[in-house]
Protein backbone atom coordinates (compact mmCIF):
# COMPACT_ATOMS: atom_id res chain seq x y z
CA UNK A 1 0.00 0.00 0.00
CA UNK A 2 2.74 2.33 0.71
CA UNK A 3 4.82 1.28 -2.76
CA UNK A 4 1.28 2.27 -4.33
CA UNK A 5 1.27 5.49 -2.61
CA UNK A 6 4.64 6.55 -3.69
CA UNK A 7 3.91 5.62 -7.23
CA UNK A 8 0.53 7.56 -7.00
CA UNK A 9 2.75 10.91 -6.09
CA UNK A 10 5.39 10.18 -8.45
CA UNK A 11 2.66 10.49 -11.02
CA UNK A 12 1.38 13.50 -9.48
CA UNK A 13 4.58 15.36 -9.50
CA UNK A 14 5.12 14.30 -13.18
CA UNK A 15 1.63 15.42 -13.81
CA UNK A 16 2.23 18.64 -11.93
CA UNK A 17 5.45 19.31 -13.81
CA UNK A 18 4.01 18.45 -17.49
CA UNK A 19 1.17 21.07 -17.05
CA UNK A 20 3.64 23.91 -15.42
CA UNK A 21 5.58 23.56 -18.72
CA UNK A 22 2.75 23.52 -20.90
CA UNK A 23 1.52 26.62 -19.55
CA UNK A 24 5.09 28.12 -19.22
CA UNK A 25 5.52 27.14 -23.04
CA UNK A 26 1.88 28.95 -23.84
CA UNK A 27 2.81 32.33 -22.40
CA UNK A 28 5.83 32.86 -23.89
CA UNK A 29 4.41 32.11 -27.21
CA UNK A 30 2.04 34.98 -26.48
Not at 14 to 20: A, L, R, S, V
Amino acid sequence: MIGKKKVNYMWLVKITIYYTESIFVITVKF
